[in-house]
Each structure stands twice: as C-alpha cells, then as structure tokens.
DNA sequence: GGTCTATGAGACAAATCTGTCTTATTCGAT
DNA sequence: ATCGAATAAGACAGATTTGTCTCATAGACC
C-alpha cells in the first residue's frame, strides 16, 4: 500500500466527514460514522476526539478555499477570467464553507478566526484589484462585493441540491446574477 | 397584567429563542435557556420538549415571513418598491431563517416543508411578475432569482453582524448589488 | 499458507442532555 | 401587608452521546 492512496482515501475520508456535518451540524459521531460509511470506532482511531474530528475537517476546507483560490489565479490573472474559475472552483464546497461561517464551535480557536479571517481579506483585494483597473463599480465596499459573491456562491448550491438547476450551469448564473443584475436592458 | 402583554412577552421570548439557535443550532436546551434568559425550566413550562420547542420557532419564523410579505406588497405593489421593503422587512430574520433552510430536523414534517415551498413559490411569483412587467431580466429563472435574493439578504446580514456596515445600508446594498450587478459601467 | 494491519461490531463506563419535580423567591394585584 | 401567579434554582432519573476497550474478520504482503 502506497502513501499516495493512504493519503487519497483519508482525504476522501475527510471529505465524507465535512458533507456529514454540513448535512447535519449537530450530528453525534454514529451519525458521521454512518453517513461517512465507516464504523464509529474507525473514526475515533483517525480523528481523535469529536472536536479533534471537527477541527480537521475546519482545517481541511480552509486549505480547499486556499487551493481554489490559488487556482483560480485570483490575485493576479485577469478579473473576470478569475471571477469564473474562482465561481467554479468553489461552489461544490460552498456549503461546507458556509458551515464554518455558521457555526461557533471555533470560535476559541485564533486558527481558524485568522483562516477565516485571511480567506475573506484575499476576497476583498481581489474585489479590490477589480476596481482599480475598473472593471468592478467603485460605489460599494470590497468587503460587501466579496460577502455578496459568498452567498450567491451558497445560493447556487442551493438551487442545484433543490434539483432547479445543473451544476454545469453555476458559473453562468452567478456571474450573470453578481456581475451583470437582474435587471432588463434595453441594450440587451 | 394583560392579554396583550402576554403575548407580547411571549412573542418576545419566542424571538430571543430563535436568536439562540440561530447563532448555534445545535444548542441545549441550558444553553438556549441562558441566552433567552430564562431558566430551563420555565422553557420547558412555555414550549414542551425541545423538539416542541424547534416546531414553534420555526412555525414562528414562517409566520413572519408572511407577515413581511403581505408587508412589502410582494404580490401586487410596484415591484421595485416592493423588492425595496421586501430586503428591508426580511433582513432581521434572515440569519433566523437561514436555519429553516439549513437544518434536517424537521425534514420529516410536511407542514414545515409546505409553508416553505409556499413562501419559496412566493418569492418566485415576484420575480416572474417582475420579468413579466419587463422590469427583470427574462433570461433566467424566476427561481434562480428567488434564491439569488435570499444569499444575498443573508450576505448583508452578515456583513451588519461582523460590523462591515450600518443596518439602515442593508437596501440600498442589496438593491445595487443584486439589481444593478457590480459591473462598472460607462453610463454611470 | 501464515502474518500483519486496518477495520467493523459490540460492550462498557463516564459525561452530557432531557424532561420533571420540589422548593424558595420575586413581582404584581388586592 | 397579604395573597397568588410565575419564575429561578436545584435535584433527580432516564436517555443519549462520547471515548475506550476487546474481539473477530477481511485483505495485503511475504
């Protein structure tokens, strides 16, 4: 047995675990176990403790939103070439992510507070950065463009596990939704 | 003491309890006491079992959304005006509501699930009235548009929370972002 | 085949949560 | 001042959850 595939499957593992809570926050440990499909005693052996099982799955999708975004070339490729990529890439963990936004339980933990804290910051400059070359409006706060890409990102999640649309179909409507509005034009 | 005032502390209780498990849903029933500041055993006189407890709240919450609804003129007001109170009326319950939508417990009782497809096909209706008005954008789903609006309320929610902006800049926020979009445009 | 490792199943005590009860206190009304 | 209703505080048993342990099984590797 290869590391590799250690390393693949206790990913897939993690990934089983962070669909679980986001699922159901509050779910006990047979509840993960269950939905993870691995025995309860498995899942004390790997993770430790609930909490230790929670706190690495917190780290794992802060590395995931660290990935995405580099991949997405959001601090230096063109706008809105970014602007799709950064829609793709994230949407499939956007309601996970969301669960770390959502939930307390870390909040003692200066980590993920200043995780958290530096995926939002890197959000803002690229909102930022957008403005400066003036592709974005300069009427409203990085801050608010960044928090308003994060829920349409969840929204589309949404509106995909409600079965209203494709997946394939995401990034067209969140960029049509956040870059262009819903409102009609005359010019089209 | 009166009827009215009865109710009304009850009312507001029912709202201080809805605000506990919003900020953490999956709170005991001493932690929901603590934060509502009553004891536990005056939550279990008032509400019954927990699980009473999460119907009422959530029945609560549907209630209001009607309420703000039937508020804002959302079937028969000008549209604009009425999306304008719509993000008004429903951005203080939208972190409350968001829990609706996010949580399983109550996966298995068809009146929670009816009165949230109702207020759903309601928001729906809005936006299909809207594009039928041609004041909104035919090219995507009145669906999509529906919960397009609910992240972004929930995103300027947050942003009032972590102190990125006043309450009173909720509309205009959501207006320019979710009706303009955030593209810069030459013509102002 | 034999061995080693990881896992699932189940049992177990400790900790936590829930629902109920009793008692004392507070507050308003009379 | 006294009464009565509502509450807080605390105790309690039962249920649930958690973390750990043991044992049996399955699969990889020699």
């Not at 052996?45 to 590395?63: N, P, Q």
């Not at 070339?73 to 949407?91: C, H, K, M, N, T």
């Not at 995780?115 to 890197?122: C, H, I, L, V």
């Amino acid at each position: 047995m290869e590391v590799s595939e250690i390393d693949e499957e206790r990913e897939d593992l993690v990934q089983r675990v962070a669909n679980a809570l986001s699922a159901n926050h509050g779910a006990s440990t047979g509840e993960i176990a269950a939905a993870a499909d691995v025995s309860r005693a498995t899942l004390h052996r790997v993770f430790g403790s609930r909490e230790d099982l929670v706190a690495t799955v917190y780290g794992w999708l802060l590395e995931q939103c660290d990935r995405i975004f580099d991949g997405s070339g959001i601090d230096q490729a063109p706008v809105l070439e970014a602007f799709d990529r950064l829609v793709e890439g994230s949407y499939p963990i956007a309601q996970s992510y969301w669960m770390l936004i959502a939930k307390p339980e870390l909040d003692n933990v200066p980590e993920f507070q200043q995780g958290m804290a530096d995926q939002d910051s890197r959000l803002e400059k690229f909102f930022a950065r957008g403005q400066a070359e003036g592709v974005f409006r300069p009427d409203m706060s990085p801050r608010w463009l960044a928090y308003s890409l994060g829920g349409q990102i969840m929204s589309a999640w949404y509106l995909v596990e409600d079965g209203y649309a494709g997946a394939l179909e995401v990034p067209r409507l969140v960029r049509a939704a956040v870059i262009e509005g819903v409102l009609a034009r005359p010019g089209g």
